[in-house]
């Protein structure tokens, strides 16, 4: 039968490495280590080393070289779990510039792992290069699994999250931050939102101008001992953010979907309408329409009772 590594081995003493397979170097590959080149993309810990899976670190022990964003953080994420490989720095300021060594290591037959310097690779990182010129070329990826700080966060939210939309990070400018707000308005599902500690009270400051009666979340620290959830309307949050010293460790913005009647209201706003009932009816009785005939359009607009809609309008124009 196939051998499982315990759990609990991920919780070994600090100055004790996980046990895991033998460095390539003139040892054969573990059972069940990629054949031949491939590109693995491998999730590594958002903050708790023990979230590593023994199939990342039998990943990254059996590749001939390791490419990352910050040598020096994965070369702690290497120490603690006792694995020796080649590392190189192939962040986005170099990935272009690397692309065809990288293809070249992998049509010669080399296993070559990225990750990033937390969560999965490809995600709001320079990896996707990689993926894109291996397909391009016929060679073989795999993915090897680990946390995101997007799923993350958004179970910890505590918000519906049927549908959602990764965003990434928005752009730093606020004018260019509010216009692009408008444009995700009038997605149907939750926003994620990566953000720097330093930035987060000014994003949710504009958040809660874009989207003030919207419920939100502030993830910061994940999978860390400090890991903290501010949940919340827009304003409050904000607000409460605001009034902190400082906020410390990456942060992830969730915010809630819009309901049903912010949804119709913006959609009629693109469309050029009245964005409530009230002033559809204003429009309507000033342009002279029909009250039946208004109140029947009204009632359709707005999802109401055709006899409740006659009946305002009635109570309207009553007052003209």
């Known amino acids: 039968m196939p051998q ?10 600090k100055d004790q490495p996980l046990a895991g397979p033998p460095s390539p170097e003139g040892v054969a590959a573990p ?8 590109l693995s993309m491998v999730g590594t810990p958002i903050g708790n080393l023990s979230d590593a899976s023994p199939r990342v670190v039998q990943t990254l022990s059996s590749a001939d070289v390791l490419l990352c964003e910050d040598t020096r953080v994965t070369s702690k994420l290497l120490s603690h779990f006792g694995v020796h490989v080649p590392l190189e720095r192939c962040d986005e300021n170099v990935i272009a510039e690397r692309v065809d060594a990288v293809m070249e290591r992998l049509e010669a037959g ?28 016929g060679l073989r990826v795999e993915v090897i699994p680990g946390p995101s700080a997007v799923t993350c966060a958004l179970v910890a939210s505590g918000l519906p999250m049927e549908h959602f939309y990764f965003e990434g990070f928005l752009p730093r400018k606020a004018g260019a931050m509010d216009a692009r707000l408008e444009e995700l308005a009038g997605i149907p599902g939750a926003l994620v939102v990566y953000e720097s500690p330093r930035r987060a009270a000014a994003t949710l400051g504009r958040i809660a101008q ?14 860390k ?16 953010v605001a009034q902190r010293e400082s906020v410390r460790g990456e942060c992830v913005i969730v915010i809630a979907a819009p309901d049903a009647d912010e949804l119709r209201r913006r959609r009629q706003q693109a469309q050029g309408g009245a964005a409530t009932f ?14 039946s005939a208004l109140a029947k359009r009204l009632a359709k607009q707005f999802d109401l009772p055709r006899s409740q809609a006659y009946d305002r309008v009635l109570e309207a124009s009553s007052r003209q």
């Open 31 to 38: 059972p069940g280590a990629p054949q031949g080149g491939v």
């Open 4 to 13: 499982h590594t315990d759990p609990a081995t991920l919780t070994a003493k």
């Open 210 to 223: 874009a989207f003030p009666e919207r419920r939100v979340a502030l993830v910061r620290e994940l999978t």
């Open 278 to 291: 009230e002033e559809a009816l204003a429009q309507g009785l000033a342009a002279g329409e029909p009250k």
């Open 225 to 240: 001992l400090h890991e903290e959830v501010v949940r919340g309307l827009a304003p409050q949050v904000a607000q409460e």
């Open 110 to 137: 080399q296993r070559v792992a990225f990750v990033s310097d937390a969560g999965m690779p490809g995600v709001s990182d320079p990896g996707q290069r990689l993926v894109d010129a291996a397909l391009d070329r």
